[in-house]
C-alpha cells in the first residue's frame, strides 16, 4: 500500500498553518540526483518552491532555503509554533517522511515488523509507525518534542490514494482529536 502513496505529481492544494491559508496548485517531481521538489503556484502571490534534497543522504550536506520554506518558516514564527518545534526542524521532519515514503525510488531499505494491526518500520535509524484501514493509510513519526508528522492518505482509487495530508501535532492530544497545528493537503490529478 506505501506505493499507493502518491508524493509525485500535480494536482491543487491547501496550505494552513496558525491563522494563514494558502489555496495553489502544484507540481512535485523526483529529479534524477533524488531532490524531492513541490513547486506551488500561489494566487497574488506566484511560484515558490519546495526542495527537499540528495533522499539518498540521511542528512543532506547543503540546505539552500527556497520560496515555499521561507513561507512556512515565517508563518511558524508568526504563529509562534517555534514553541512546539523549530521551523528548521519541521522541514527536516517533513524531509525524514518524504524520505521514508519515496524509499524504494531511491534505493533505500525499509524494515517493518508488524505490531497488532500496524507496523513499526524502520529506515537508516529512524522509526515510523504504519498503519492502514479501509478509509486510510498512515505514517507516523514521533518527534523529540512530544508531538509528531504524520502523513495521511486518503480516498483510494484503483492505483493510488487521490489525497496525502501532511499533519503537524503538538501532542498525543492534538493528534487523537485531529486538531493539527500545520496541515498541507495536497489533492492529485489522476
Known amino acids: 500500500m506505501l506505493d499507493s502513496v502518491k508524493l509525485i505529481g500535480e494536482g491543487r492544494g491547501r496550505l494552513s498553518l496558525g491563522q494563514s491559508q494558502y489555496v495553489f496548485g502544484f507540481d512535485s517531481i523526483l529529479k534524477e540526483n ?6 506551488v503556484q500561489i494566487p497574488l502571490h506566484g511560484e515558490e518552491v519546495m526542495i527537499l534534497p540528495n533522499l539518498k543522504e540521511v ?3 547543503h540546505e539552500e532555503m527556497e520560496s515555499f520554506e521561507e513561507r512556512i518558516r515565517s508563518d511558524f514564527s ?3 509554533l517555534n514553541k ?3 521551523a528548521k ?6 524531509r525524514s517522511l ?3 515514503n ?16 500496524d507496523f513499526l518500520c524502520e529506515l537508516d535509524g529512524e522509526t515510523y509507525l504504519v498503519s492502514a484501514n479501509e478509509k486510510e493509510f498512515s505514517i507516523i513519526k514521533s518527534l523529540k518534542e512530544g508531538g509528531s508528522i ?5 480516498n483510494l482509487t484503483e492505483s493510488f490514494f487521490a489525497q496525502t495530508d501532511i499533519r503537524l501535532y503538538a501532542n498525543a492530544t492534538d493528534m487523537q482529536k485531529k486538531n493539527s497545528i500545520f496541515s498541507l493537503e495536497l489533492f492529485w490529478k489522476n
Open 34 to 39: 533524488f531532490d524531492w521538489i513541490l513547486a
Open 59 to 61: 542528512k543532506p550536506r
Open 78 to 80: 508568526k504563529a509562534k
Open 84 to 86: 512546539t518545534i523549530s
Open 89 to 94: 526542524a519541521f522541514i527536516q521532519e517533513l
Open 98 to 100: 518524504v524520505r521514508f
Open 102 to 117: 519515496l524509499g524504494e525510488r531511491w534505493g533505500g531499505k525499509r524494515i517493518c515488523k508488524a505490531q497488532q494491526n
Open 150 to 154: 504524520v502523513l495521511n492518505a486518503k
